[in-house]
């Protein structure tokens, strides 16, 4: 069949389990998934290789990176996306949500001045279908900025926003509760003064009661009204975590202690975690390590965040330690790859990808392992090789 393709002799990840068999694509979706070998010439040996299905990344701000290469350098934006969007398929990554934030705490940052043109360059090469990998918008708003709530009223109307994230990053609480590490972070960061830094931080305190509270209000409910899913950011205390869960938030992201995590699960808010964090073996910043919610129970999506790469060598790594912590159901790696596919998919309401299943969008990675370093082969969306 001309639209038909058959890859077999694969160690086949699916949401439960990994098995040696063959999967038939056709017309852009899995038709077929199957525990035996097809002997038909037409068929792909995969030489024993792995087939997951593509990742699903919900917060990357990866593509700031390609337009802003060097400081003080701006890259033109056609060709910044589509050199993020070449190291994202090459990440297997097949849906991503391009985070972009609204209301920059760097004084010297050009965050703001850039969000028109990366929105008008991703919606460009969308609707041009220059693409490789399937983008999306996350919208990440900074509530103690004063034009975060207008820029994010001009902007959630783009009909490719289907993420908002919520955050207050002044100092004195969640990821800053102590104000020497917030100090320490943003001087190293913005390369400030002393003297630049302690004005930073009594103009960021004093917006903060100003904006944070009523901003986060007003942007939930605009979001809840459209159905666009909402996450959390850096929520510390189960009081963070009973508020956000108040207002209706879903995902909490990067939640930086144990205590934060449990009231989540208790509450219904997946937990999202970055892949770095997992890669590294902890929290460069010193808060709680993804591994050790993993092993409590309460991990439920990984995040590349700053490095693309590191989506899927986080899950063959935690793969690896759910299965050593577990030696009974040799299905760790399944339950690790969830995290960074099917588990973000469905917290952002996509129903038609994130596992290898008849019936949904063949987007695939072919992949060989090195220990647990994955290395990719080829990388499918809906049926058609882009990498």
């Known amino acids: 069949m001309l639209n038909e393709q058959i ?28 525990d035996s070998s097809s002997q038909l010439p037409q068929a792909q040996n995969l030489n024993g290789d792995y087939l997951l299905p593509g990742l699903v990344e919900l917060h990357t701000d990866n593509l700031e990176k390609h337009l802003s290469p060097r400081p003080g350098v701006d890259w033109p934006s056609a060709s910044a996306v589509m050199s993020h969007d070449a190291q994202i398929i090459a990440a ?104 630049q830094m302690d004005a930073f931080i009594v103009e960021q305190v004093a917006n903060s009661k100003t904006y944070s509270d009523r901003y986060r209000r007003a942007i939930v409910d605009i979001c809840l009204a459209r159905g666009l899913s909402v996450a959390s950011h850096d929520d510390a205390t189960l009081a963070h975590v009973e508020e956000s869960a108040a207002y209706g938030m879903s995902i909490a992201e990067f939640p930086t202690t144990l205590e934060a995590a449990q009231g989540c699960r208790r509450l219904g808010m997946s937990v999202l975690m970055g892949a770095p964090n997992i890669v590294r073996g902890g929290s460069h910043s010193g808060n709680i390590a993804a591994a050790t919610l993993a092993e409590e129970g309460l991990l439920d999506i990984l995040s590349s965040d700053y490095y693309p790469a590191s989506l899927l060598q986080a899950a063959f790594t935690l793969g690896a330690q759910l299965d050593a912590a577990d030696e009974s159901t040799g299905a760790g790696l399944a339950r690790a790859v969830t995290t960074v596919s099917l588990a ?35 990388v499918w969306r809906q049926a058609k090789r882009v990498f």
Do not use: W
């Open 7 to 34: 890859l077999t002799n694969a160690k086949i990840v699916t949401a439960e389990r990994v098995f040696t068999g063959t999967v038939v694509l056709r017309d852009g979706l899995i038709s077929e998934v199957d």
């Open 92 to 195: 297997g990554i097949t849906t991503v949500f391009d985070a972009l934030s609204i209301g920059d705490v760097n004084p010297k940052g050009k965050r703001m001045q850039q969000l028109p043109c990366m929105i008008e360059a991703i919606a460009a090469a969308n609707a041009a279908d220059m693409t490789r990998a399937e983008h999306r918008l996350h919208l990440r708003c900074e509530v103690c900025h004063p034009d975060t709530l207008s820029v994010f009223r001009d902007l959630v109307e783009q009909p490719l926003v289907q993420l908002v994230s919520v955050m207050d990053h002044s100092p004195g609480q969640r990821q800053f509760a102590l104000e020497s590490k917030y100090r320490e972070y943003y001087m190293g960061k913005y390369h400030l003064s002393s003297e």
């Open 344 to 378: 973000p998919a469905r917290s952002a309401g996509l129903q038609d990808r994130g596992e290898i299943r008849v019936g949904l969008r063949a987007d695939l990675i072919h992949a060989r392992a090195l220990g647990t370093l994955p290395i990719i082969q080829q």
